[in-house]
């Protein structure tokens, strides 16, 4: 059983930044599309964005673009979100997940999921 580790979450202001963390296991990280899902209160699941860790090319959805990045840490077998400019419409459950299919994240659908964490944005 592949378990994707998640640090980070918590509540921020608008306009605020915060930090997510996600581990894989190292004999599979190098070989992973890695990325999150995140789930609005109310609302459909919707693909935040992801990088292909053999390519180093990333991915994002179109309603984070610009003010979310994904870099992948090769040294700690982890990848991170970094959201910056924050709004109230990105409250929501954030899950990383993972899959050796990089479209397949485009998809909606990964093999391994991390636990989720829950991001709240005040107003």
């Known amino acids: 059983q592949v378990q994707l580790v998640e640090s980070g979450g918590g509540s921020v202001q608008t306009g605020g930044s915060l930090r997510l963390s996600c581990t894989a296991p190292?004999?599979?990280?190098?070989?992973?599309?890695m990325g999150w899902f995140r789930q609005p209160p109310g609302k459909e699941r919707e693909l935040v964005g992801a990088?292909?860790?053999?390519?180093?090319?990333?991915f994002y959805g179109h309603s984070v673009k610009g003010r979310f990045t994904i870099s992948p840490d090769n040294a700690k077998n982890a990848v991170y979100l970094q959201m910056d400019t924050v709004k109230p419409e990105d409250t929501a459950i954030y899950s990383c997940?993972?899959?050796?299919?990089?479209?397949?994240?485009?998809?909606?659908?990964?093999?391994?999921w991390g636990q989720g964490t829950q991001v709240t944005v005040s107003s």
């Open positions: 997940v993972a899959d050796r299919s990089c479209p397949k994240l485009g998809l909606g659908k990964a093999d391994y």
């Open positions: 990088v292909s860790i053999p390519a180093n090319s990333t």
């Open positions: 190292r004999s599979i990280y190098n070989s992973l599309c």
